[in-house]
C-alpha cells in the first residue's frame, strides 16, 4: 500500500476524514465540518481492515498525530489544530464552499 490507496479514498469526495471511533479531536472535527451542513467521508481506522496502513501512510504525509486527518477538495488540511485555525480565521466555510462540500 502506497500514498496513492490515500489518494483514491479522498478522490471525487469533496470532504474526507479520517479518524478513529473513540477520539474525541476526531469527533469534534466531524461535528465541525457537519455543523455547516457538509457530509464528509468519514474512514474509521480502528475499523477497517488496512487502518493501521492508511494511519502510516498518513504520518509520512505529515499527519501528527494521524487522526484526525482532514482534507477538503483532495487536499490535505491538516489535523484538529489546522482545522480550528481556519475556524478561526473564517477561512473554513470558503473551502468548503470552493470543494463543493456545501452551498450557500
Known sequence: MDINAVNGLVAEKPVVIFSRSQ?????????????????????????????QQIE???????????VPAVFIGQKLIGGAKELMSLQVRNELMPLLISARAIWL
Not at 33 to 42: E, L
Not at 56 to 66: K, R, S
Open 23 to 51: 477520539c474525541s479531536m476526531s469527533y469534534t472535527v466531524k461535528s465541525l465540518i457537519s455543523s455547516y451542513g457538509a457530509n464528509p467521508t468519514v474512514y474509521e481506522l480502528d475499523e477497517i481492515p488496512n487502518g
Open 56 to 66: 502510516a501512510l498518513l504520518v509520512q504525509l505529515g499527519c501528527q498525530p494521524c
